[in-house]
């Protein structure tokens, strides 16, 4: 089929977003999420301890499983509402109710992990490879057919990096399965607007020439969400700088966001 160029558009702002946030924990990652625009959140951990005041914010009650975020999601579809932003808190706890269903459905009883677990060779890597995918595409739809923007909340983990043109060295990933076959952290990463690692504002402190020197820190938080060697991170609204983050200052990302 011949295609019409005058049909071709030009890029536009204001769409909803999608935003991963991830970190260790007591960095405010939830809070920050909940000062996203009409916040609804479905939990797969309760980690809402800090979130008094914030009285704009809905809840699920914890998810027990999988299918009782699906089915928080198909609810977000299906029903009218006034929510404009969808928060899963925490993808990383996801994964643990996915795995944890993957081993319950074994069949042979021998396979108590998940390299052994449906045969071996990786099936059931795949499997939750494929659970993360959904979560995804449920996601995605919120986002390009109800006008939502989501958040994902993650852990923090670390990684060792051996690439071709540099010594090996570490940096902070989302605390999701990853091996040589599958890698979960890319449902979250590759297709997002806005990855963004928060951490403390952290200097080296010690003697000159020192072999060892102590991190000290003030207390004070940074969000990182340019790429850098020392944790995954990445946006689409041209931030090149570590953004201060204050708990009390408003969402730093508040002119990004589809209201």
Known sequence: MAIDLSKLKKPTGGRPIVVTLFGEGGM???????????????????????????????????????????DAIEALAGQEHDRKTLIIDSVTQYEKLAVREILDDETNPKAKNMAAAHGGYGKAYGMLDKKHQDLREACDYLVTDCGMNVVFIAHATTEDMELPDADKYSRYTIQLHKNRQFDCTHHYVNNSDLVAFIRLETHLRGAEGATKKRAISSGAREIICFPVASNVSKNRFSITEAIPFDLDAGNPFDKFVAK
Do not use: C, N, Q, W
């Open 28 to 70: 405010g990652k939830t809070t920050l999420a909940a000062m996203f625009p009409s916040p609804v959140m479905i939990r797969t951990e309760d980690g809402t301890a800090s979130l008094d005041g914030h009285d704009d914010l809905l809840m699920f009650d914890i998810a027990k499983s999988t299918g009782d975020v699906f």
